[in-house]
T-cell receptor, first 113, second 113 residues
Framework: ETGVTQSPTHLIKTRGQQVTLRCSSQSGHNTVSWYQQALGQGPQFIFQYYREEENGRGNFPPRFSGLQFPNYSSELNVNALELDDSALYLC????????????FGPGTRLTVT | GNSVTQMEGPVTLSEEAFLTINCTYTATGYPSLFWYVQYPGEGLQLLLKATKADDKGSNKGFEATYRKETTSFHLEKGSVQVSDSAVYFCALSSNNAGNMLTFGGGTRLMVKP
């Protein structure tokens, strides 16, 4: 039990739609990262937020965006969904951006049809 | 850029067998190294870590030693149990990459009674 929660657990969307995934970090953790894990692969880094500002981004297009709120919650938004966006989306929180120990939530399974 | 390569699975063992899962990495600077475990339908759990060369991480009977000379971080366990069946991910993070995690592709371990 990491204290990091995500919602919803599962989600089915249609190509072209928009989706918002939510994460609640551990209390006191001011850094949150999002990862995409396609079936049978390792997680890929999407972006990171530190004190409500994006401060790192992986190789993902701008239609992947995020928000972080003062209450340790965060969102991942994906516009214009594509079939290849089907994946498990994981958020991970940590005490600050210099800390290497990240605590993962259980993930949201997104299926795009 | 940073990368992690781990042996492909699945690895199938009988209970009480010896386990080795190979992991090698490419990174600039001095990365921290991790093994994460993912049980079916769940998110990632940190299994063990090592933050500098020659460090040995250990947890729940699993061990891995940070070998800078061979850029390796192989996971070992002397006697596996059925409950160890899961997917194992080797990962690294480095200060020059914002401490984001770079994962290998994962190795599925199946332990038979």
């Amino acid at each position: 039990e990491t204290g990091v929660t995500q919602s919803p657990t599962h989600l089915i969307k249609t190509r072209g739609q928009q989706v918002t995934l939510r994460c609640s970090s551990q209390s006191g953790h001011n850094t949150v990262s999002w990862y995409q894990q396609a079936l049978g692969q390792g997680p890929q880094f999407i972006f990171q937020y530190y004190r409500e500002e994006e401060n790192g981004r992986g190789n993902f297009p701008p239609r992947f965006s995020g928000l972080q709120f003062p209450n340790y919650s965060s969102e991942l938004n994906v516009n214009a969904l594509e079939l290849d966006d089907s994946a498990l989306y994981l958020c991970a929180s940590r005490v600050d951006s210099l800390s290497y120990e990240q605590y993962f939530g259980p993930g949201t399974r997104l299926t795009v049809t | 850029g940073n990368s992690v390569t781990q042996m492909e699975g699945p690895v199938t063992l009988s209970e009480e067998a010896f386990l080795t899962i190979n992991c090698t990495y490419t990174a600039t600077g001095y990365p921290s190294l991790f093994w994460y475990v993912q049980y079916p339908g769940e998110g990632l759990q940190l299994l063990l870590k090592a933050t500098k060369a020659d460090d040995k991480g250990s947890n729940k009977g699993f061990e891995a030693t940070y070998r800078k000379e061979t850029t390796s971080f192989h996971l070992e366990k002397g006697s596996v149990q059925v409950s160890d069946s899961a997917v194992y991910f080797c990962a690294l993070s480095s200060n020059n990459a914002g401490n984001m995690l770079t994962f290998g592709g994962g190795t599925r371990l199946m332990v038979k009674p």
